[in-house]
């Protein structure tokens, strides 16, 4: 027989999540469930007293602990208050649909009789992560936590539960009769919290019950807010508590992770969120090399949100077909080889059941040009949005064997780049353009992020009418109707903190910094790289990569002076250029690519030849620390950005016009089930995620000549390898970037 259920709140920080929680819950209890709040002496007097004014009206049970017993005496006590009934933990940072969420759970614990935990889908969840496996996600393509839950109950499940080696705490249903077996919490052994609900879950198997991971429910977890002062100090106590405890434990959980059985579910369920999304569908079509597209293609995710529903479609590791990703980590995606006939017409299948209005190209490096008929075939449109040269002529920067700008003379440009970049066999880089000029003109719009790239791409293309009338330049959204803050002056001091940006490349100026922080004397300019070389810099302060989440943190940390961006090739736009205008600080850049219109009207901003010898960047910086007058490289707006009308930027493109014009989807009437059933092969035993974002043998072997190459002992027989050859080496073992895989 099924019992009464409490739902048990610990509290402690959090006023605002509280509420969401406290109110979401409210919503949809039924008259056999009944909250349980309980106040673990929260430092927050706001909090404590809405919690006590909600009580007072009867909207829920509050217990006060007279003095801080941190999470597990918290729960503990809760879970004492009514020794007959079921309890659901539910932390104070999460938030339930608007639905019938809870009968689902209660009816579920009672399928099978040895149930000992049940844990629903959620964003922020670990194992039960959705839609990337083991992530902290968003809230799929901007729905809300109703809508997410509707999806979850209604897709087609042969199985509604699947069993896992442990629940998770933040909505975790427990049955009375198991706990009455196995008893409560152990706060002896764990103190104020982590790891009590996994060694429960533990201790509940031994003692032959099951935990289960519910498919038909999903609720929304914020994380870390009510006890994250508590928590994170003790995580690695924990685990080796628990690896004490139950020593078969991480094996369990690392099987779990490897077979995945909650695969399918998620790939269901993203499926029919996207089929279902309220607005228009846009497939993304880009590269697998990470960098800056990547990071445009996670900004209209963003900025969009509810607004547009964004697929992505991009090579495969494999290079026999193309991965298409239902959320923006990818790491549930479906991989078709598009060389196999049936493969192909069973994507195409796919992509018209979603309803894809639009495609939009951002990148065609390792693209079947099958890719190319999909607008036809799909009866849409296509965009494209030029990031790099790669259509110029094949060489995504335009430079030289040296990592230099190869110029602007057509005659000398081509050869030069087709040097660094080689072209097909029987291709030469005129007959790229015209391979690609037909393709474009056809395009509804193509999107230049500057108009330095507008200019030099067309006239590569000679200025094509079509092409230019169907060309718009438009900065990212990042920067669309942004008020950068005002420069703060350069301070007298010694010595100068220069701050560099980045991944840097031999094009992105890695090789020139070296040089020039080689020829200053020590102590009269630092140089710091908040990111890192393609190898080890000599006298550079390097920091590592960053992150969004730390990278304010960082900034603060190395409190440089002014920010320097020594590239050596024609940058299209540049984020690092966009949090150096953000940061209030002097920049110096070359009169080269998008910096000089990105910096135009922008005070202390200093522009040197990109192309000055190391000797002169030097002296450009010993005048700096000597406090000179260096006016002469102050930047100012050149009569050369003055350009037409119709290559000016446009304002609130995204904002306004990116979404315009879409037509409605002509959705066929095919079933979800009827889709999938067609599509089942694509579902494989081995997760695409391992396939596209884990280290391969390759690139393990990568890393290990990279770490090599870093050893002193290594350093003058590496740079005395041609830097072609070890671009080869280095394409050969891996096509993504280095910084990409040491992230991994």
């Avoid at 002496?41 to 009206?57: F, Y």
């Avoid at 961006?565 to 966009?578: G, H, K, V």
């Avoid at 000597?626 to 009569?639: F, G, I, K, Y």
Wanted: charged share 20%.
């Amino acid at each position: 027989m099924m019992k009464q259920l409490d739902i048990i709140v610990p509290v402690y920080r959090g006023l605002q999540e509280t509420k969401e929680c406290l109110l979401s819950s409210l919503q949809s209890l039924p008259s056999w469930a009944q909250l349980i709040v309980v106040n673990d002496a929260s430092p927050e007097p706001e909090l404590t007293l809405w919690l006590r004014q909600q009580a007072d009206a009867g909207f829920f049970t509050l217990l006060e602990n007279e003095q801080n017993l941190g999470f597990v005496g918290t729960v503990n006590r809760g879970m004492k208050l009514n020794p007959d009934r079921d309890v659901l933990l539910l932390n104070s940072d999460v938030e339930v649909a608007d639905s019938d969420w809870l009968e689902r759970m209660r009816e579920a614990a009672y399928i099978h009789d040895k149930v000992a935990s049940l844990t629903p889908f959620s964003n922020n969840a670990t194992i039960c992560s959705f839609p990337d496996f083991c992530a902290d996600n968003g809230l799929f393509a901007g729905l809300n936590v109703t809508e997410i839950d509707a999806v979850f109950s209604a897709i087609p499940l042969e199985h509604k539960l699947i069993q896992v080696p442990t629940g998770v705490g933040f909505c975790m249903y427990m049955r009375r009769d198991c706990m009455n077996a196995v008893g409560l919490f152990d706060e002896e052994t764990f103190g104020k919290g982590y790891g009590e609900e996994n060694d429960w879950c533990q201790r509940a198997a031994k003692a032959g019950f099951v935990n289960y991971h519910q498919l038909n429910v999903f609720a929304y977890h914020k994380g870390g807010v009510s006890f994250q002062d508590e928590g994170d100090p003790r995580k690695a106590r924990a685990m080796e508590l628990l690896q004490e405890l139950h020593p078969d434990y991480t094996a369990e959980v690392h099987r779990f992770i490897a077979e995945d059985p909650a695969r399918q579910a998620r790939q269901l369920a993203a499926l029919a969120l996207v089929r279902s999304h309220p607005s228009s569908r846009i497939l993304l079509v880009t590269h697998r090399l990470g960098g800056g597209v990547t990071q445009h293609l996670d900004e209209l995710q963003n900025f969009f949100a509810r607004k547009a529903c964004f697929i992505r479609l991009k090579p495969a590791a494999d290079g026999e077909g193309v991965l298409l990703s239902l959320s923006p980590l990818g790491a549930d995606e479906l991989h078709f080889n598009l060389h196999k006939r049936d493969e192909y017409q069973d994507m195409l299948s796919l992509l018209k059941w979603l309803g894809i209005t639009r495609v939009h190209f951002h990148h065609l490096m390792g693209i079947d040009e099958e890719v190319l008929t999909l607008p036809a075939m799909l009866e849409c449109d296509y965009k494209v949005t030029v990031h790099d040269y790669y259509l110029l002529n094949g060489n995504p920067s335009l430079t030289d064997e040296r990592g230099r700008f190869a110029g602007d003379d057509p005659a000398v440009r081509d050869i030069a780049c087709s040097r660094h970049y080689p072209l097909p066999d029987g291709t030469n880089a005129e007959s790229w353009r015209d391979h690609w000029l037909p393709w474009l003109q056809q395009a509804k719009q193509v999107i230049f992020p500057s108009r330095d790239v507008a200019v030099r791409f067309l006239a590569a293309f000679n200025d094509d009418a079509l092409l230019t009338q169907h060309s718009v330049v438009a900065y990212h959204p990042d920067s669309e109707n942004k008020d950068w803050p005002a420069v703060t002056p350069l301070l007298a001091r010694k010595p100068i903190k220069v701050l560099i940006l980045g991944a840097l490349s031999r094009e992105k100026g890695a090789e020139l910094l070296e040089r020039v922080a080689c020829l200053l004397p020590s102590g009269e300019v630092e140089f710091h790289l908040l990111g890192y070389g393609f190898r080890e810099l000599k006298n550079v302060v390097t920091h590592g990569a960053y992150v969004p989440e730390n990278l304010q943190s960082k900034l603060r940390a190395i409190n440089a002076d002014l920010i320097w961006f020594p590239a050596l090739w024609p940058e299209t736009y540049s984020y690092t250029f966009s949090i150096a205008l953000d940061s209030g600080l002097p920049v110096v850049y070359p009169n080269l690519g998008a910096f000089m219109e990105r910096a135009a009207g922008r005070n202390e901003s200093y522009m040197l030849p990109w192309n000055s010898t190391p000797e002169q960047f030097a002296a450009f910086w010993q005048a700096m620390a000597a406090d000179l007058p260096v006016t002469q490289w102050l930047a100012a707006d050149s009569e050369e950005l003055l350009l037409s009308e119709h290559l000016r930027p446009q304002a609130d493109f995204y904002g306004k016009h990116y979404l315009a014009a879409l037509p409605a989807a002509n959705i066929p009437t095919e079933l979800l089930s009827d889709v999938l059933v067609k599509a089942s092969k694509l579902l494989t035993q081995q997760t695409d995620q391992q396939q596209s974002s884990a280290v391969t043998s390759r690139e393990r072997l990568l890393l290990l000549l990279w770490r090599v190459r870093q050893l002193p002992v290594m350093r003058g027989l590496a740079q005395r390898v041609p830097y072609t050859w070890q671009q080869k080496l280095k394409l050969a073992l891996s096509e993504r970037q280095l910084h990409e895989i040491l992230k991994k």
